[in-house]
């Protein structure tokens, strides 16, 4: 048995409330992670994700990397993305009560790292709690004292395209790799995770509820969902 918390990325698309929906189904808890210039594509799935009891944290207004932007650029990224949450929690009629954040590709901004994780900190972010965490890659990336939220494995499936070599054959395979690359294999006895996952209708369109098979795979290999706890700086 394994523990995770899971995460999807790139909200809000079309198949959202199908995701949103068999979380529920599952009981799966999760974060999502709302890309502002999405959220305002698909307004009204994200306010049916809300409605439906997610946590949607920030992932930036429109996916930069982080260490091609000055400072004032890589903040103005986070607070249009947060304004327009604000409004999404207040049009749901949701109480707004954690605010985690996500880097585009965990591009954590480069030279301006250090002054981002304070801009973090001070405006409030929470951080997801990691201490169960072990693996290399998390530890090199000092993640532990940051307060954005990384992952320890990310199923690769938004590689999943039209005329693409990568197939659902291949997540699954890497899901049952010893070192896919992270730290810890997923299904390693007593080891903790936080799992990517991303809602791309691109991904829908070649393998229709990949989000299921992907899941169903986990459980079925023994990992655990739990809900996220939540650390303030
Ligand atoms: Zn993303």
């Known amino acids: 048995m ?4 899971l995460t999807i990325d790139d909200i809000a698309s079309a198949n959202t409330p199908a995701i949103v929906d068999y979380l529920c189904e599952k009981r799966i808890p999760v974060i999502l992670f709302a890309v502002g210039e999405n959220v305002e594509k698909h307004y009204q799935e994200a306010l049916y994700a809300l409605r439906k009891g997610m946590v949607i944290g920030n992932h930036s207004y429109s996916h930069p990397e982080f260490s091609s932007l000055s400072l004032r650029e890589g903040i ?6 947060e304004a327009l949450l604000d409004t999404l929690y207040a049009d749901a009629g949701v109480p707004r009560l954690c605010r985690p954040f996500r880097f585009p590709y965990g591009d954590k901004g480069g030279a301006n790292k250090e002054a981002l994780q304070a801009y973090l900190k001070e405006r409030g972010f929470d951080k997801v709690d990691d201490s169960g965490i072990k693996g290399a890659w998390y530890e090199a990336q000092n ?13 690769g499936e938004w590689q999943i395209r039209k005329g693409a070599a990568f197939t659902a054959e291949d997540v699954l395979r890497r899901m049952h790799e010893a070192h896919p690359g992270y730290g810890e ?20 369109a070649e393998v229709p509820g990949y989000y299921r098979i992907f899941l169903e795979e986990a459980m079925a290999g023994g990992v655990e969902f739990e809900a996220p706890r939540f650390l303030r700086l």
């Open 185 to 204: 294999a997923l299904f390693e006895e007593k080891s903790s995770h936080i799992l990517l996952l991303h809602a791309h209708d691109e991904t829908e």
């Open 2 to 5: 394994s523990k995770a918390v």
């Open 143 to 155: 993640q532990y004292g940051d307060v954005d939220t990384l992952w320890t494995f990310d199923f």
């Open 76 to 81: 103005a990224e986070i607070e249009k993305n």
